[in-house]
């Protein structure tokens, strides 16, 4: 992949809903889901936490954590 390309993640809504087994992936979602490492890691977070809320403070504390070591 080259560099400036952004590459379209499942939202994090979607993949809790399928994790949370409250809805299935279409044939697009579920190829991008066992293809893409971010994504099965939230997967993973969604299925370790309680609540979607949770998932996404993992999410920040951990990109926060990101640019603190980048910077620092």
């Known amino acids: 992949m ?14 809790w809903e399928f994790a949370k087994y409250q809805t299935k992936l279409s044939a697009t979602e579920f190829s991008h889901l066992t293809n893409c490492d971010e ?13 979607i809320a949770r998932v996404q403070q ?3 504390e951990r990109r926060l954590g990101r640019r603190k070591s980048a910077t620092g």
């Open 2 to 15: 080259s560099r400036g390309t952004r590459v379209e993640h499942l939202p994090i809504e979607t993949i």
């Open 58 to 60: 993992h999410l920040n």
């Open 39 to 51: 994504c099965v890691g939230i997967l993973g977070l969604c299925k370790m936490f309680d609540s």
